[in-house]
């Protein structure tokens, strides 16, 4: 999968994609990292990217031609090395709120832009023209769009086929079949006075995986009532009941 990533800071976003999950994802070659820089396609001295918005008001905007003229040049390049349309996804607290649901529709694309914002956003004009979706990693305001920008990037690169090992799969990740993990242990058995509960001990796959399900659904209902089926509390909603 190829991602670009549209961005006045890219120094905030390449280590990120260097380490752990995303790393490995990038060192096996699930994931193709590209940055576009809007400040590489400024045409005064200062480099500008940013004016004062019209009608007035606090702070300033991504001015639209730098930022046109660097997708316009990254979509020639994505042409050429004959990768599929991309769509433009802008990180916006005004957008389609992040949930494993979209993380999945975006892992199963070949490629996606992460266009990260800066100052008070970008001119609406730039947006409309480029833009297919805008998401929001939740309902309060960072000061840009790169963390989550690196949100989406993880988020997905757990999704990638081969990415996570057996242990870990994301199938048993919370909000995968619609509830919450269970909760999990380790050595040693008993710690600082406290056991781990005897039916893991056990051997049981069977009783284990029953009492997984039974931990799982009593945490979704304790923490997130709002995932499960109200005809069927013992159902998450996303299981097709509702
Ligand atoms: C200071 S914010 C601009 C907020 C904008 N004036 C508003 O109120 O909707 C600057 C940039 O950070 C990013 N950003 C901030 N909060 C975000 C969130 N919750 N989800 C996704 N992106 C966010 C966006 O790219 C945005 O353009």
Redesign the pocket.
Known sequence: MRLDFISLFPEMLKPALSVGVVGRAVDKGAIESHYWNPRDYTSNKHRTVDDRPFGGGPGMLMLPQPLDDCIVEMQQQQQAAGVEQSPII??????RRLDQALVKELSALPAITLL???????DERLLEKHVSIE????D??????EL?ALVVADAVARQLPGILGHEDSAEQDSFANGLLDCPHYTRPAEWQGREVPPVLLSGDHAAIAEWRQAQSIKRTNERRPDLLSTDNPSKPRSSGSE
């Open positions: 802008y990180l916006s607290p005004q957008g990260c914002g800066r100052y008070e956003g970008v998401v929001s990693i939740g309060y305001v960072l000061s840009g769009g989550p």
